[in-house]
């Protein structure tokens, strides 16, 4: 049992190249959420899919996008990676029962 | 605008005595509470929550007091440890369903051996 887990753990992109952040769950989860971490920001919600087959907007959405690909996976896609994107990434997951949300271990991505 | 405060960047504590962390709301929907922990290079890990409806739930070592008037919540680590030193983040929800949370920017702490 794996819980949530994240690739890659560490990206560097110049400005204006794309990727995709892969995000998979294995505890049967219908909610999953994708943070970034900036420092003195604490955690903002990128986008986040209540169950499979739906997608929402969260905080701060912009320059990205999301795709559940199915139960166990959400991706986050940068089309044009900018500075500002540089940031620490988490996906979460949760049951939606208890609203405790599992996190991975993060994606550090420096865009330079 | 910050829906999620916590005012305290850090915090440091003697090994034992209690250590009380603190956050506040703004926004009044908000009915479901959590605090997390967080080690460097890892993701934050669950530590307690708290509905609306009540004032007070407690785990072991750790209590979350809400206080629903002032918009206040506290986690309280009594006997504080070691092991309790990283980042602290309180989360607050208010759309039913979703679980969509608001972090606030997280309290750092050190206890002291």
């Known amino acids: 049992n794996a819980g949530v887990t994240q690739t890659p753990k560490f990206q560097v992109l110049k400005t204006g190249q794309s990727m995709t952040l892969q995000c998979a769950q294995d505890m049967n989860h219908n909610s999953m959420y994708w943070y970034r971490q900036d420092p003195g920001m604490g955690l903002r919600l990128i986008y986040y899919?209540?169950?499979?087959?739906?997608?929402d907007k969260g905080e701060v959405p912009n320059g990205y996008n999301v795709s559940r690909l199915n139960k166990r996976e959400f991706s986050l896609r940068l089309e044009s990676a900018a500075p500002s994107q540089t940031s620490v990434y988490f996906c979460?997951?949760?049951?939606?029962?208890?609203?405790?949300?599992?996190f991975g271990p993060g994606t550090r991505l420096t865009v330079t | 605008d910050q829906q999620v405060k916590q005012n305290s960047p850090s915090l440091s504590v003697q090994e034992g005595r209690i250590s009380i962390l603190n956050c506040d709301y703004t926004n009044s929907m908000f009915d479901y509470f959590l605090w997390y922990k967080k080690y460097p290079a890892e993701g934050p890990t669950f530590l307690i929550s708290i509905s609306s409806i009540k004032d007070k739930n407690e785990d072991g070592r750790f209590t979350v007091f809400l206080n629903k008037s002032a918009k206040h919540l506290s986690l309280h680590i009594v006997p504080s440890q070691p092991g309790d030193s990283a980042v602290y983040f309180c989360?607050?929800?208010?759309?039913?369903?979703?679980?969509?949370?608001?972090f606030g920017t997280g309290t750092r702490l050190k206890v002291l051996a």
């Open positions: 979460a997951s949760t049951t939606g029962l208890s609203g405790e949300q599992y």
């Open positions: 989360a607050a929800s208010g759309t039913s369903g979703t679980y969509k949370y608001i």
């Open positions: 899919s209540a169950s499979e087959g739906t997608t």
